[in-house]
């Protein structure tokens, strides 16, 4: 079989790294896979490092900015509009100009990595080929789609299959639909659970937040019960690792009078450094569609405390068996980094809990099965 993947991006966020590790473990066993981006980028050196096979092709997403931002503009929203349009015909044009290239590949089936481009859909429609939509995102946090929601969703019945990274995630977009599949992703190896740590600290509790620098993954709001724990008298610090601008959470931690509490470390290539410099993950996010990092951390061994937001997160996490789940905004939070300090037999109950759940269910093995599975099934 020949699987074709179209990606978001050439960067290495969590949904790329899913795509590769995916992919590196269907190849063989007489599937060939290939990979479609928009760019060059650090994803292309992952892939040649696997040796999977990739193209760059011109194509765009179809997000943009909510129409409640316009209500005073509405010319800006119309241009909106229309560019979209013109970036239409230029995706439409390199499906054919793609298929010329393909045509002695020829692929059985084509796998969408992301809710937030349509290129694969309509390469698929075109030559009428198989077509999975791989969602991993809710589209109210942060992600407004151009064409209307419902349309969009119109279109993933119209796939061969859709599959969800969480089972929040299927339940909030198409919770009937007979043709949508949960596969959890696996990102964790069997040989990562023999780099789980001895969580002690040396006197100072190190708490780490890890993912893109945006408003939805709510760096501020770890920063902020940070600042409430020192006042408090606890000797704490807090690590920020990710891409981004960084300037608003230096300037909060600076007028919160805690910037030597708080340090950035930017991007890592191998997050574990991350993990293993701290006692306890951070998870803020409003709205996470399945928390890759929640899993790296408990195969790790170190406790996560995450916000409980009835979505992926809170599927992951059970509150006080394997993490600690918190509500109310910053002071909810530090009533839980308190409980994970304070509490030396709970954390290393939750710690204990949490790496054998990790390592029943989300491990890249289980991963390629699930997905093997389905595609035998479509």
């Not at 209307?148 to 339940?171: A, N, Q, W």
């Not at 964790?188 to 993954?217: A, L, Q």
Request: proline share 3%.
């Amino acid at each position: 079989m020949k699987i074709l993947f179209f990606n978001h991006d050439s960067n290495l966020g969590g949904a790329s790294r899913a795509l590769v590790e995916l992919i590196d473990g269907l190849q063989g066993n007489d599937v060939n896979c290939m990979v479609v981006l928009p760019s060059r980028g650090p994803l292309c050196n992952e892939l040649e490092k696997k040796s999977i096979e990739y193209s760059i092709m011109r194509y765009s997403k179809w997000t943009g900015q909510p129409k409640y931002l316009f209500k005073k503009q509405p010319l800006k929203y119309i241009k909106q509009h229309l560019r979209f349009v013109k970036k239409l015909l230029i995706t439409i044009r390199s499906v054919f100009y793609l298929h010329r290239l393909l045509k002695p590949w020829n692929p059985d089936l084509i796998i969408t990595n992301t809710s937030v481009i349509y290129f694969g859909y309509v390469y698929s429609v075109i030559y009428r080929q198989k077509h999975i939509w791989h969602l991993r995102e809710f589209l109210d946090h942060g992600l407004h789609l151009i064409v209307p929601k419902s349309f969009f969703y119109f279109l993933l019945k119209l796939s061969s299959g859709v599959v969800f990274t969480s089972f929040s995630l299927k339940s909030h977009t198409l919770p009937e639909y007979k043709k949508g599949y949960v596969i959890y992703d696996g990102p964790v190896s069997k040989e990562d659970f023999n780099r789980r740590k001895v969580n002690i600290h040396d006197g100072i509790f190190k708490f780490v937040i890890i993912g893109i620098i945006d408003e939805n993954k709510n760096q501020k709001e770890a920063i902020k019960a940070l600042s409430l724990l020192i006042k408090q008298g606890y000797n704490v610090s807090l690590n920020v690792v990710g891409r981004g601008n960084y300037k608003p959470l230096k300037d909060l931690a600076e007028n919160l009078k805690i910037s030597s509490f708080v340090h950035f470390s930017g991007y890592l290539d191998d997050p574990f450094s991350a993990y293993y410099n701290a006692n306890s993950l951070l998870i803020c996010s409003k709205s996470e569609g399945f928390g890759r990092v929640i899993i790296e951390a408990m195969a790790f061994g170190i406790a996560v405390i995450g916000y409980d937001n009835g979505r992926g997160t809170s599927e992951l996490i059970t509150h006080q068996y394997n993490g600690l789940l918190y509500k109310n905004a910053e002071a909810g939070l530090a009533e839980q980094m308190k409980i994970i300090i304070d509490n030396r037999n709970l954390r290393e109950i939750i710690e204990n809990n949490a790496w054998e759940h990790a390592r029943k269910y989300f491990t890249k093995d289980s991963h390629v099965k699930n997905f093997e599975n389905l595609i035998m099934e479509l």
